[in-house]
């Protein structure tokens, strides 16, 4: 089995900066594609960023300029610096991973961890 497990999230004051981590461990032979989505109250998840095993990128519209998702494959982790953070950056933040296993491939995904933004 794989597990996900986030961290990173606080309470921060807009304008801000956090930086949340998301580790993969379990029987993994390699990670493609890597995400973060953001969830807030009364509202559906929401694709934040993406990078895959290459380094490639993409970034939400909202956020392109002032979040940095980065990984780094050694350690099966994904990052997501968050800067210039808006009060409507409040939400719980998941990471999302394609992971390869002597199963095959599977999509797995964290717990989330809570980032506010007070205005």
């Known amino acids: 089995q794989v597990q996900l497990v986030e961290s990173g999230g606080d309470l921060v004051q807009a304008g801000g900066s956090l930086r949340l981590s998301c580790a993969a461990s379990?029987?993994?032979?390699?990670?493609?594609?890597m995400a973060w989505y953001s969830q807030a109250p009364g509202k559906q998840r929401e694709l934040v960023a993406t990078i895959t095993s290459g380094g490639s990128t993409n970034y939400a519209n909202s956020v392109k300029g002032r979040f940095t998702i980065t990984r780094d494959n050694a350690k099966n982790t994904v990052y997501l610096q968050m800067n210039s953070l808006k009060p409507e950056d409040t939400a719980v933040y998941y990471c999302n991973a394609h992971v390869a296993g002597y199963w095959g491939i599977d999509i797995y995904w964290g717990q989330g961890t809570q980032v506010t933004v007070s205005s």
């Open positions: 379990g029987s993994i032979l390699s990670i493609d594609t």
